[in-house]
C-alpha cells in the first residue's frame, strides 16, 4: 500500500471553490437556453465536477493503481446498464399515436 | 485476547452480560445473533401473509378479505419476505458469525461498520414495518412505473426503507470483500478457503456493484413523483419500461444475492456429511464467480412482455440461458461428491438433499422461462409464482434451514433433538411441494399471478396448495420450538460433533469472544477427509 498522504487544507478549499464556480456555471448555462445542446452541456460540467470530487476529496489521485482500477470496474457496469437499456431503447418498433 | 478465552466455561455468550453488551457489541457473532433474531421475526411476519394469501386463495371470491386488502397483503409477504429475510438472510446471520470462524480471523475486518450496518438495517426495517402497517402500499414489491407514480398509497417511505436497507447491504459486502482479502489465516490462500467463504464473496461483490443502481432508481422514483422530474412519465418524455430496467439490474444479480449463499452451505454440508472432499473445488469457486458475472446482463428475462424490442428480448433470452452453465457445473459437482462417498443423513444433510431435489426443479423451470416464446405465455402465471418459490423457498430457505442445523452446536454449544429436526425436514419439504407444485400446473392452465379471485377450474388446486401451506406452517414453528428448546435444555455440543474439518470446527462451542485462543496455522485444505 502506498503511504498515506496528507493534502494541505488550502487544497480542499480550491477544490470545493471550482465546485461552486462550475454549479454557477451550470445555472448560467440553463438560463442561456441552448436547446439541444443543453443536455450535454450539463452533462460535461457534471462529470468536472464528479471528477473534481473523485480525484482529490476521494484522493483518487494519490492512490494506487489497484485502487484505480477497482474504481474504473465501477464504470465498466454503469457501460452494461446503459448498454443493454440502450439495445432495447434504440431498437422498439416505433408507433406513432393519431390521436 | 486476554485471560477470558483461557477459560473453557467462558465464551462469547457468557463473557458479557447485560443489554447494552449486545446492542453495542462489536463481536461478529453477536451481531449475527442479533440479524438472527430480526430476520426470524420478519420472516414470521411475511409467513402470516403467505398464510393469509394461501387461505384468501382457498376458495374463490372473497374468502377472508376484500380485493384490495389482498393486494396490500401481497405487497407485504413480498417486501418483507425479499427486502428483509432472504436478501439479508445468509449473508447477515451465518455469513457474518462464520465467515470469520472459517478464516480463522477473530473478527471480521471493520467491526464498528458491522455494527452501523445493523443499525441502518434495523432503521429502514423499523420505517418500513411502520410504514406498510400504518399506512397502505398496493404496488407489488417491484414498485413497477407508472402505477407506482400514480397510486395515492406511501410509495415514497417505503421505497426509502428499502435504500436504507440496501445500504446496509453495501456495508456489509463491503465488510465481507476486506475480510476475505486481509484476514485469512496464515498459510491460507484464497483456494485454501472454505467454498462458503467463496459464495459469500462472490454475494459480496454483487451487493457492492449492484445495490446502489437499486438505490439510485428508488430515489428517482421518490424525485418522480415529489418533483415530476419526467424520467420515467411519458408525457414529460420519461420511459416507464426504463424503470424496469434500472430495477432488473439490480433485483435479477439480488436473486444471487439469495442464492450463492445458500450454494456455499450445500457445498459445505454435502461435503461433511458425505466425509469427501468436494468434487471440483476450483469449479464450484469459479463457477459461483462467473454466476455473480452473468447475473448483470440477463435482466431483460423479467421484461419480455413489458414493451422492451424484440431484438433485447432475443439477446437476453440467449444470456439467461448461459446461468443455467455455472449452476449445471456446481450441481454435477455436487453429485459427484455424493458419489462413493460415506453419505449419512443427520438433517441439515437431509436439508441439502432436498435442496438438490427443489433446486435442480426450480433451475430446469427458469430455462423453460428464460425461453422467449414460452415465456410469453407464463409470464405472470402461477407457473412463474412456483418457479421463483421453488429456487428461493426450495433453494435459499432449504439450505438457511441446513446451514441452521449444522452450525446450531458451534452457535449455542448446545445439540437439539434431531429426531424432530428431521420431522421439521420431512413437513416443510413435503408441504412445500404440496404447496407449489399444483401452482406449476395452475400456471400452465392459465391462471394469472397476483389476482384475488380465479374461474372455478383452478378451485382444486388451489386448495390442494392452501393445505400444503399449512404443513410447512406446521414445519416452522416445529424448527422454531426444536432450536428454543435446545438452546435451553439441549446437551452440550462437543467442539465438533460432525467431525468437519474446516476451520471453525476447531476452537470450542461456542467459540470464546476472539474466536480462537491462538491463532490458528492452515496446513490442510478444507475438506481433507
Ligand atoms: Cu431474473
Known amino acids: 500500500m502506498s503511504e498515506h498522504h496528507v493534502m494541505p487544507l488550502k487544497t480542499y478549499f480550491k477544490v470545493a471553490g471550482g465546485l461552486v464556480l462550475l454549479t454557477i456555471l451550470t445555472v448560467v448555462f440553463h438560463e442561456m437556453k441552448m436547446g439541444a445542446l443543453a443536455g450535454p452541456v450539463a452533462f460535461l460540467i457534471a462529470a468536472v465536477k464528479a471528477s473534481l470530487v473523485l480525484l482529490y476529496f476521494m484522493h483518487l489521485k494519490y492512490d494506487n493503481m489497484t485502487n484505480r482500477v477497482i474504481f474504473g470496474s465501477g464504470f465498466f457496469f454503469l457501460i452494461l446498464l446503459f448498454a443493454f437499456s440502450y439495445v432495447d431503447i434504440w431498437t422498439r418498433i416505433k408507433s406513432f399515436s393519431t390521436l | 485476547m486476554g485471560t477470558a478465552s483461557t477459560n473453557p466455561n467462558v465464551n462469547y455468550l457468557t463473557e458479557f452480560s447485560g443489554i447494552k453488551s449486545w446492542l453495542f457489541s462489536l463481536d461478529h457473532k453477536r451481531i449475527g445473533l442479533m440479524y438472527m433474531i430480526a430476520i426470524l421475526f420478519f420472516f414470521l411476519v411475511g409467513g402470516i401473509m403467505a398464510m393469509l394469501i394461501r387461505l384468501e386463495l382457498f376458495s374463490p371470491g372473497p374468502t377472508l378479505f376484500s380485493a384490495d386488502t389482498y393486494n396490500q397483503v401481497l405487497t407485504y409477504h413480498g417486501a418483507i419476505m425479499v427486502f428483509m429475510v432472504i436478501v439479508p438472510g445468509i449473508p447477515a446471520i451465518l455469513g457474518n458469525f462464520f465467515l470469520p470462524l472459517q478464516i480463522g480471523a477473530a473478527d471480521v475486518a471493520f467491526p464498528r461498520l458491522n455494527l452501523a450496518s445493523w443499525y441502518v438495517f434495523m432503521f429502514g426495517a423499523i420505517l418500513a414495518f411502520t410504514t406498510l402497517f400504518t399506512t397502505k402500499i398496493d404496488t407489488g414489491w417491484t414498485f413497477y412505473t407508472p402505477y407506482s407514480i400514480k397510486t395515492g398509497t406511501a410509495v415514497i417511505t417505503i421505497v426509502l426503507a428499502a435504500f436504507i436497507m440496501g445500504m446496509s447491504s453495501i456495508l456489509t459486502g463491503l465488510n465481507f470483500i476486506v475480510t476475505t482479502h486481509k484476514l485469512r489465516a496464515p498459510g491460507m490462500s484464497m483456494f485454501d478457503m472454505p467454498l462458503f467463504v467463496w459464495s459469500l464473496y462472490s454475494t459480496a461483490i454483487i451487493q457492492v456493484i449492484a445495490t446502489p443502481v437499486l438505490g439510485i432508481t428508488l430515489l428517482l422514483l421518490v424525485a418522480e413523483r415529489v418533483l415530476g422530474i419526467g ?91 448461459l446461468v443455467g452453465v455455472p449452476t449445471a457445473i456446481k450441481m454435477f459437482n455436487w453429485l459427484a461428491t455424493l458419489y462413493k462417498g460415506s453419505v449419512s443423513f443427520e438433517s441439515p444433510m437431509l436439508y441439502a438433499l432436498g435442496f438438490l431435489f427443489l433446486f435442480a426443479i426450480g433451475g430446469v423451470t427458469g430455462i423453460m422461462l428464460a425461453t422467449l416464446g414460452v415465456d410469453v405465455h407464463f409470464h405472470d402465471t402461477y407457473f412463474v409464482v412456483a418457479h421463483f418459490h421453488y429456487v428461493m423457498v426450495g433453494g435459499t430457505l432449504m439450505a438457511i434451514m441446513g446451514g441452521f442445523y449444522y452450525w446450531f452446536p458451534k452457535m449455542f454449544g448446545k ?18 411441494n404440496v404447496t407449489f407444485f399444483p401452482q406449476f400446473i395452475l400456471g400452465a392452465m392459465g391462471m394469472p399471478r397476483r389476482y384475488f379471485d380465479y374461474i372455478p377450474a383452478y378451485e382444486s388446486l388451489n386448495k390442494i396448495s392452501t393445505i400444503g401451506s399449512w404443513m410447512i406452517a406446521a414445519g416452522f414453528f416445529l424448527a422454531l420450538y426444536v432450536i428454543i428448546r435446545g438452546i435451553i435444555s439441549g446437551p452440550k455440543a462437543p467442539a465438533n460433533p460432525w467431525g468437519a474439518k474446516t476451520l471453525e470446527w476447531q476452537t470450542s462451542s461456542p467459540p470464546p469472544h476472539f474466536n480462537f485462543d491462538k491463532k490458528p496455522t492452515v496446513t490442510g485444505g478444507p475438506y481433507d477427509y
Open chain 2, 231 to 321: 424520467i420515467f412519465d411519458p408525457k414529460l418524455g420519461g420511459d416507464p419500461v426504463l424503470f424496469q430496467h434500472f430495477f432488473w439490474f439490480y433485483s435479477h444479480p439480488a436473486v444471487y444475492i439469495m442464492i450463492l449463499p445458500a450454494m456455499g452451505i450445500i457445498s459445505e454440508l454435502i461435503s461433511a456429511f458425505s466425509r469427501k472432499t468436494i468434487f471440483g473445488y476450483k469449479a464450484i469457486a469459479f463457477s459461483s464467480l462467473g454466476i455473480a458475472a452473468v447475473s448483470f446482463i440477463v435482466w431483460g428475462h423479467h421484461m419480455f412482455v413489458s414493451g422492451q424490442s424484440e431484438i433485447a428480448g432475443v439477446i437476453f433470452s440467449f444470456i439467461t440461458m
Open chain 2, 415 to 432: 445439540m437439539y433433538n434431531e429426531g424432530l429436526a428431521r420431522l421439521t425436514f420431512v413437513l416443510i419439504f413435503i408441504g412445500f
